[in-house]
């Protein structure tokens, strides 16, 4: 079917993912990257990015993930979409937050893409994130409390 054929004059938002990776210890930590390009350049984010127009959600996900911190991932959980009007300066996007759970210690985080360093924070008491990341990650910790408890 040709491109534009069933579509209508219309706004369209853009869709990105956001991935929390927690480490599975009793005081989780959460793998966060210091973005190098505005908005919030120079801030703490978790990994994520837009979604490709001929890709799922799901390898989104794994493919920002990788792309900026060099970690896989078998298993995601989606999580919550984020939807407010407001969440990011560039425009409206709508967000699908995933999770993930890793063994830190089989993992060797590297800054890459868009990312200018990674670091691991307590998931209880991240540093101050971009758009509305910390809301994802009230998200993330609800999610552990229901699920792992």
């Not at 210091?34 to 994520?48: M, T, V, Y």
């Not at 800054?111 to 998931?123: C, I, K, M, P, Y």
């Not at 990341?133 to 999610?143: G, N, P, T, V």
């Amino acid at each position: 079917m040709p491109a534009g054929k069933y579509t209508y004059p219309y706004p369209r938002p853009a869709v990105t993912v956001d991935v929390v990776i927690a480490t599975r210890e009793a005081k989780p930590r959460v793998l966060l990257i210091r973005r190098k390009h505005d908005p919030f350049a120079g801030g703490w984010a978790l990994p994520g990015g837009y979604v490709e127009m001929d890709e799922a959600l799901d390898e989104a996900a794994r493919r920002e993930l990788f792309e900026e911190t060099g970690v896989k991932v078998k298993e995601l959980v989606q999580l919550h979409t984020f939807g407010a009007p407001d969440r990011d300066p560039r425009g409206r996007t709508i967000s699908v937050a995933y999770l993930a759970f890793i063994d830190a210690d089989k993992v060797t985080p590297r800054a890459a893409d868009d990312a200018a360093e990674v670091g691991w924070f307590a998931l209880a008491r991240p540093p101050e994130l971009a758009f509305d990341h910390k809301d994802i990650l009230a998200c993330a910790r609800q999610y552990l409390r229901e699920h792992h408890a």
